[in-house]
């Protein structure tokens, strides 16, 4: 790497080491200046792409195991966002959901898993909306999708608990204010919950072993937008909708009681009056 590129990323090194607030106590290894170019020499140095999605070549195929170190004595990991699940991995109306939705406030902070550096940072026309993507030093990549405001830029070194960003309802596909947040290995999604117990807010293990298996999103009978709610405090609700689309002959009072919720509450989230013109095929908040 020439001189000024790599005095460049020492610049950036050192303004982060003086402005990052982590969100928990746990140690970090900062290392010196040229430990923390080696790192990101190296967690750069394959297929990387700051405007495509999917770096990736198609032709680069998943081994039969991967064995993914997560955290050490040097590196922990922070919950994006301590709160339930609204949507799982899998097929959802009919086409495959590749992250989990997790419930969330408009401007509420959103943080990052595991150390790393900020590969995307901007708006994502594909229906993810303001999207951060995160590659880490074991090749796993995390997705921080539909964020109203994003806070870091391409090429920053991250620590775990940084806040990239705030949570929002941005892209073509968003619903209501959640965070997408995807794990993908090499371009190809697995479920979340491979490696991180929500339900505890802590990971599954230190070392994971992952095979071909876990990248097949299954059958399409899997999912249908009702599945199980995780919270941090370990509480699991089943069949509790979250959505629902608009048929005909529909009212909001009517779906508001089938529902077990209000037209009050139905109204707020949707940003409608009680009185609008319900559309025909319009998908809707419920929670």
Request: aromatic letters at 12%; charged letters at 25%.
């Amino acid at each position: 790497m020439q001189f000024f590129q790599r005095l460049f990323i020492l610049l950036v090194i050192t303004a982060l080491s003086t402005s990052s607030i982590y969100a928990d106590k746990n140690p970090r290894f900062e290392g010196n200046d040229s430990t923390c170019i080696d790192m990101f020499e190296e967690i750069t140095s394959e297929y990387w792409d700051n405007d495509n999605l999917y770096p990736y070549s198609n032709s680069e195929n998943i081994p039969d195991t991967i064995k993914l170190k997560l955290t050490d004595e040097f590196r922990c990991f922070v919950m994006p966002v301590e709160t339930r699940i609204n949507s799982q991995f899998g097929w959802r109306w009919n086409r495959p959901h590749k992250g989990l939705d997790l419930h969330l406030q408009t401007g509420d902070p959103v943080k990052a898993a595991f150390d790393g550096v900020v590969r995307y940072a901007q708006y994502n026309n594909g229906g993810y909306g303001n999207l951060v993507i995160i590659r880490h030093y074991n090749g796993l990549e995390t997705y921080y999708a539909h964020l109203s405001k994003i806070n870091v830029e391409p090429n920053s070194i991250i620590k775990a608990g940084d806040i990239l960003g705030e949570g929002g309802c941005s892209g073509s596909r968003c619903t209501g204010p959640h965070l997408h947040f995807e794990t993908r290995y090499k371009d190809k999604p697995f479920n979340p919950l491979d490696i991180i117990a929500f339900e505890n807010g802590s990971l599954t293990s230190e070392t994971v072993m992952l095979t071909k298996n876990n990248f097949v999103i299954g059958g399409k009978t899997n999912f249908d937008g009702s599945n199980f709610t995780y919270s941090n405090k370990g509480s699991k609700k089943k069949n509790l909708k979250y959505s629902y689309k608009i048929k005909n002959g529909d009212t909001l009072l009517a779906i508001a009681i089938r529902n077990k919720t209000s037209v009050k509450s139905i109204c707020r989230l949707n940003k409608i009056k009680p009185e609008s013109t319900l559309k025909l095929g319009r998908v809707i908040r419920l929670r």
